[in-house]
């Protein structure tokens, strides 16, 4: 069945620097969400991806979908303590189904 | 409501009982899911449902689990005879389409 990883599974960053999640999947997407869940939280929608190679720009937050429409990215410039979170991709296949699959998650630190 | 609601927030069972979870969706959100959220993972697909027909229950993980959405509104996720391992997050999402899914707080259920 179709998996979706992401990498790195935990990562923690001094206040002001970079971060950048990966996710992958076994199969090719119709789209892909974006998640972010607070400590104690439910997963809040951050972004959806449609289109092969879309990029698309939060304020600090950038999100790419691949080509192949099997992988893509969350990039976050200058992190801040309110990063602090998991974040979770979600992917549904090509082939029509109402199926959302969810990353393994990346869980952030963020040290001030 | 403005947001998603479920009730209760945290059941206690004790083995062999049977619960049944309350989910209250955004009003006019055509669709449904259910997912499990084990501590540190991230949220299984259980359900899905569009309007009252449920489409999708391939997540379901035994016939122990039992999702309805009778009037294409309220739904309700039925667990019987409630095992160790059903101990996790249940969380209702509800979208206008099979796009934004809009979270609940979850119920967090303990199997004893």
């Known amino acids: 069945g179709q998996q979706v990883m992401q990498i790195p599974q935990y990562q923690h960053v001094q206040e002001g620097e970079d971060f950048t999640t990966y996710c992958n999947s076994s199969?090719?997407?119709?789209?892909i969400q974006w998640y972010k869940q607070r400590p104690g939280g439910h997963p809040v929608f951050l972004i959806q991806l449609v289109k092969s190679g879309e990029v698309k720009k939060q304020k600090r937050l950038t999100f790419q979908f691949g080509e192949a429409k099997k992988n893509s990215s969350l990039h976050i410039t200058a992190t801040q303590t309110t990063d602090v979170g998991t974040y979770f991709c979600?992917?549904?296949?090509?082939?029509?189904?109402?199926?959302?699959?969810f990353g393994t998650g990346t869980r952030l630190k963020v040290l001030a | 409501g403005a947001g998603v609601s479920q009730s209760p927030r945290y059941k206690v069972a004790k083995r062999g009982q049977d619960v049944a979870l309350r989910c209250d969706p955004i009003?006019?959100?055509?669709?449904l899911f259910w997912y499990q959220q084990a501590l540190g993972q991230g949220p299984e697909f259980l359900t899905y449902?569009?309007?009252?027909?449920?489409?999708?229950k391939s997540g379901l993980p035994s016939d122990r689990f039992f999702a309805e959405r009778p009037e294409g509104s309220v739904s309700t996720l039925k667990i019987q005879r409630t095992q160790q391992e059903d101990s996790a997050v249940y969380l209702c999402?509800?979208?206008?389409?099979?796009?934004?899914?809009?979270f609940g707080p979850g119920t967090r259920l303990t199997v004893l």
């Open positions: 999402a509800s979208s206008a389409l099979v796009d934004t899914q809009y």
């Open positions: 009003s006019g959100h055509v669709s």
């Open positions: 199969t090719t997407l119709s789209n």
């Open positions: 979600a992917g549904r296949e090509a082939s029509g189904t109402y199926k959302y699959i």
């Open positions: 449902f569009q309007n009252e027909a449920q489409l999708d």
